[in-house]
């Protein structure tokens, strides 16, 4: 079965940086867009960063010019190198991507990882 497994979240102060990475597992055929969403107390989830399978980059402008998205197609991964962390980025942070199984008659998903804390705090 496909899986994402995020890892790299924890504890940083105002203005440190962090590098998430989220890894596919399992009979995978292609994967297409991978993302990086965020859930912060009491909010909705929203879309931090996008890659496409091109390597197209989109960010939220929140985020913009602070975190960078990249993936490593031969490792099924995806990262988030987040600097100059501010407090307003605490959340859950999840990775997300639309993926084709290696089933037969394999059609498009979206899958999401556990999800992994990231608090900013002094």
């Known amino acids: 079965q496909v899986q994402l497994v995020e890892s790299g979240g924890g504890l940083v102060q105002p203005g440190g940086s962090l590098r998430l990475s989220c890894a596919a597992s399992?009979?995978?055929?292609?994967?297409?867009?991978m993302g990086w969403y965020r859930q912060a107390p009491g909010k909705e989830r929203e879309l931090v960063a996008l890659?496409?399978?091109?390597?197209?980059?989109n960010y939220a402008d929140s985020v913009k010019g602070r975190f960078t998205i990249s993936r490593d197609n031969a490792k099924n991964t995806v990262y988030l190198q987040m600097n100059s962390l501010k407090p307003e980025d605490t959340a859950v942070y999840y990775c997300?991507?639309?993926?084709?199984?290696?089933?037969?008659?394999?059609?498009?998903?979206?899958?999401w990882g556990q999800g992994t804390q990231v608090t900013v705090s002094s």
């Open positions: 890659i496409t399978s091109g390597g197209q980059e």
């Open positions: 399992g009979s995978i055929f292609s994967i297409n867009d």
């Open positions: 997300n991507a639309r993926i084709v199984p290696r089933i037969v008659r394999g059609v498009e998903r979206d899958y």
